[in-house]
């Protein structure tokens, strides 16, 4: 099986920096891709960033310049650098990992719990 835990959320102000973690863990084969997508009270859940291959990375247009995506296959854990935060980014922040797992390799899309992200004065 396949665990996805974020971490890193929490309160911050307007300007204010955070960053986000997501460990996969278990019996993984290869990861795919990893990203990071949101979802505010009342709206759907949309893409934050992404790698869409090794070392090419995608972003939302209202995070481009203030958020990086980053990765240490070494470790299965991506990151999520936010800075110059705004209140419109508060949200649930969702970790979505593409990975072949299990003594077949069976290839699964897996999303964490979530972490709170609040942008407030």
């Known amino acids: 099986q396949v665990q996805v835990a974020e971490s890193g959320g929490g309160l911050v102000q307007p300007g204010g920096s955070l960053r986000l973690s997501c460990v996969v863990s278990?019996?993984?084969?290869?990861?795919?891709?990893m990203g990071w997508h949101r979802q505010a009270p009342g709206q759907r859940r949309e893409l934050v960033a992404t790698?869409?291959?090794?070392?090419?990375?995608n972003y939302a247009d209202s995070v481009k310049g203030r958020f990086t995506i980053s990765r240490d296959n070494g470790k299965n854990t991506v990151y999520l650098e936010m800075n110059s935060l705004k209140p419109e980014d508060t949200a649930v922040y969702f970790c979505?990992?593409?990975?072949?797992?299990?003594?077949?390799?069976?290839?699964?899309?897996?999303w964490g719990q979530g972490t709170q992200v609040t942008v407030s004065s």
């Open positions: 790698f869409i291959s090794d070392g090419i990375t």
């Open positions: 278990g019996n993984i084969f290869s990861i795919s891709y």
């Open positions: 979505n990992v593409g990975a072949y797992s299990g003594s077949y390799q069976r290839f699964g899309n897996y």
